[in-house]
């Protein structure tokens, strides 16, 4: 079986809506803030090392109530309350400002086969271009969560590294089975290829990311452009990503109980993508198996509470042993979905800066 990534998300965007306006930039005003943060119970039994502020955010994520995911529909999944939120109420409690990113977005929709996808592009207010490209795909275990759910991610890469982010809203199942999502991931990065000059984009610095999901369609987009001969990414960053088509590894047995992802989440994503069981061994799904030789440069990022550690650390010994360079990191005391929670966590923050700091120098910058 294969284990798929989750973020609950809010509602997607509605077809055919080419106007982004999220426009924020950094503020460390809060750094004292966040060292009081602290949990209003004990540590769970499934996570006895969890950081103090990581375990704030999954209280608050579980005094909403929702309906675990595995009990709802797609369409009732998605308006779940998400991490998101959770970080947005606990910033609120504690009275911890908004980060501010000196980072413009707007949108636009492509075409692609079989029907349209949306772009949200963030790009930097400073300096006028052309600037390097981070194509970027979110998690949501190619079911859930949308471009807002991921937006914080999106910020500060675009903010942090003085890059365009491309934020790429693939179709999502089971409206959409496999292939469909990993097609739009290649289509979107191709389309980028092709009309860098038009969004201020560099079209010789061209990265791929992702989380979850998401990191999942990173490498596989960089696959993609070594099958297809097209220009290849200069670097891959993948977080905690979808990479394996096995649910005994020692992550998913040691973290089956643990949140916001659980074993029972991923048995329920793989029912939603895949055409059938028999699909969790495609090299595009388990890529543990999948032909590695020839890839740029990769950063993989993993969580210590994450049924998907293994996958991920499994895939950079892949990489490794195919002759591609790998820089990686696993941050300890911290669950799926960590990334992007750098306003109240402080491994979150962490990471966000190491996977900068590799961007930064795969642009050469």
Not at 244 to 266: F, H, I, R, W
Request: aromatic share 8%; net charge neutral; with cysteine.
């Amino acid at each position: 079986m294969v284990g798929m990534a989750i973020f609950a998300s809010c509602e997607s965007k509605k077809a055919g809506d080419t106007t982004d306006s999220v426009t924020v930039a950094t503020d460390s005003s809060a750094t004292n803030a966040v060292d009081s943060i602290k949990p209003k119970g004990a540590a769970p039994a499934w996570a006895p090392d969890i950081k103090p502020q990581m375990q704030v955010v999954i209280e608050k994520l579980a005094s909403y109530g929702d309906k675990p995911i595995p009990q709802l529909t797609a369409v009732q999944a998605r308006k779940n309350h998400t991490p998101t939120d959770a970080v947005k109420d606990v910033m609120a409690e504690y009275k911890i400002p908004a980060p501010v990113f000196n980072v413009d977005t707007t949108g636009k929709d492509i075409a692609v086969e079989g029907g349209n996808i949306h772009l949200r592009i963030y790009t930097p207010k400073s300096g006028s271009g052309p600037f390097p490209v981070i194509v970027y795909y979110h998690g949501g275990g190619f079911v859930i969560a949308n471009l807002d759910v991921y937006d914080a991610s999106a910020n500060v890469l675009a903010d942090k590294t003085g890059a365009i982010v491309v934020s790429v809203a693939y179709r999502l199942a089971p409206e959409h089975k496999f292939p469909v999502a990993h097609n739009d991931a290649y289509a979107a990065y191709k389309w980028v290829v092709d009309n860098a000059a038009s969004i201020k984009g560099d079209s010789k610095k061209i990265a791929v990311a992702g989380e979850s999901a998401g990191g999942n369609l990173a490498v596989n987009t960089a696959i993609a452009a070594r099958d297809k001969g097209i220009q290849a990414p200069v670097h891959i960053l993948a977080v905690y990503p979808v990479a394996g088509a096995d649910m005994n590894t020692p992550s998913y047995v040691k973290n089956a109980a643990a949140k916001p992802l659980d074993k029972p989440m991923m048995l329920w994503f793989v029912k939603n993508y895949l055409n059938n069981m028999g699909e969790a061994k495609d090299p595009r799904i388990n890529l543990v198996a999948a032909k590695l030789k020839g890839l740029p440069a990769t950063t993989i990022i993993t969580a210590q509470i994450d049924p998907l550690q293994s996958d991920g650390m499994m895939l950079a010994d892949k990489l490794k042993a195919a002759g591609v360079t790998v820089d990686s990191k696993n941050y300890d005391g911290v669950t799926h979905e960590f990334f992007g929670m750098g306003a109240v966590v402080p491994q979150a923050m962490e990471a966000e800066m190491y996977a900068v700091g590799e961007l930064k120098k795969a642009f050469g910058l």
